[in-house]
């Protein structure tokens, strides 16, 4: 649009435009209209529930989806796959389901909500690392003789320990800051 249509259009609307400002007292009688309408309310209840409702449901989803992992996740570690392949191996499989129960009921032990972020991400992330091992038990089933995969299937379940190892250490030096923050 060159500057002439511009120009054209601007004289064409100039006495349809706007340019009057509203009274002194527009904004207060706006505001009490919408008060006595309900549309904005000033209680502290109201905004006091307004602020913790987001937490409220966040708090909520992390429950739940927590305790769907909790129940899901013991039947995985019931089946052992790395025990068909050698004595050895059953004792090496023993040993990590061993571990990563342990971890798994220390880690369900925390019951305060400001943890529950990091608990759910972290069992996010072994449920991933499941989703692998079951991939890695077909790899083994496909050729039972595979050093590769027994390989790969060791070091996943060493993953896994890492994982609730770090969130639990996450959770200990938070506990930690929390501590120090309170004694200032």
Do not use: C
């Not at 529950?116 to 972290?122: F, G, K, S």
């Amino acid at each position: 649009m060159s500057n002439d249509n511009i120009e054209k259009l601007f004289s064409r609307l100039e006495n349809e435009f706007d340019i009057e400002h509203p009274d002194a007292n527009h904004s207060q009688r706006f505001l009490d209209k919408l008060n006595n309408q309900g549309a904005l309310s000033l209680n502290k209840k109201d905004s006091k529930w307004r602020r913790l409702w987001k937490p409220l449901v966040g708090v909520a989803a992390t429950v739940a989806l927590l305790a769907t992992f909790v129940f899901n996740s013991p039947q995985e570690y019931k089946v052992p796959d790395l025990a068909s392949i050698s004595p050895e191996m059953a004792e090496t499989e023993s040993i990590f389901l061993v571990s990563l129960t342990k971890e798994l009921e220390n880690l369900n032990s925390e019951k305060m909500p400001e943890y529950q972020e990091l608990i759910v991400d972290a069992l996010f992330e072994i449920k991933l690392l499941e989703e692998n091992y079951k991939q890695l038990i077909i790899g083994l089933k496909e050729n039972p003789n595979d050093e590769l995969v027994l390989s790969a299937m060791i070091l996943n379940f060493q993953k896994r320990i890492d994982v609730l190892e770090e969130t639990k250490d996450k959770i200990e030096e938070l506990k930690q800051t929390n501590t120090n923050q309170n004694i200032i």
